[in-house]
């Protein structure tokens, strides 16, 4: 064999080790990519602020309502962000009467969660003026003498609440105001400690009720 011969076998070895390695260099890079891209693939509308809380970190009611939120929202085939939807209580499984301040929570968290994904929530409890009194200035009522009846609302959030060995069980779903067909849905097990830590003994009084409708 002669020594150009050699030369140009090992040439050619070394050409077709260099391709390998430049192909799977590629295909890493592709399959970076592609996992880094992913997550996009399932991101939320809107602006979704800090990342997810999860598990291990999970200390307030409010970790646990945005992981609610978020596997709701996940659910969510029909809602857009144009789509104006209104937050209610969270109310007991065993009396869907009756709330507590727990529930009240869960539904301001609820809000704020939904409103940083972008979607239209509107708030039924602003009056539409501002009273000025010395206690402080107020834009919420929950008198229903000063809140309009009708809402351009198409979806409600909302849930029920109940106790478990392991903790609170809260079922939360987004549903159609006219149709009563629900959209999405998400459950979360809030624990003992999260729940006592973060819940009053008072709940607030409301001096009547409110029929609050769909405006036409």
Known sequence: MSVYFKR???????ILLLSACSATSSNSNSNSAQAQRAPA???????TGAPIPQAAS???LSDYVAQLSYRLVSS????SQSTPLAVASFVELQN??????????????????????????????????MRITPEGDFV???????????????????GTYSRSKEGIIVNARIIG??????????????????????????????TSELLVQNRK
């Open 177 to 206: 105001v006219e149709s009563k067909v629900i959209v999405a849905s998400a459950e979360q097990l809030i624990p003992h400690h999260v729940y006592y830590s973060s819940v009053p003994k008072v709940s607030p009084k409301r």
């Open 96 to 129: 869907l009467k009756a709330t507590s301040l727990f529930g009240l929570q869960i539904e301001e968290s609820m809000l704020s969660q939904l409103q940083h994904y972008g979607f239209s929530v509107i708030d039924y409890k602003a009056t539409g003026f």
């Open 76 to 79: 969510s085939h029909y809602v």
């Open 58 to 60: 999970m200390e307030s």
């Open 41 to 47: 693939a399932h991101r939320l509308p809107g602006n």
């Open 8 to 14: 140009q076998v090992g040439l050619s070895a070394a």
């Open 140 to 158: 919420f009522s929950r008198d229903v003498k000063e809140l309009p009846r009708r809402h351009p609302i198409e979806y409600y959030v909302s």
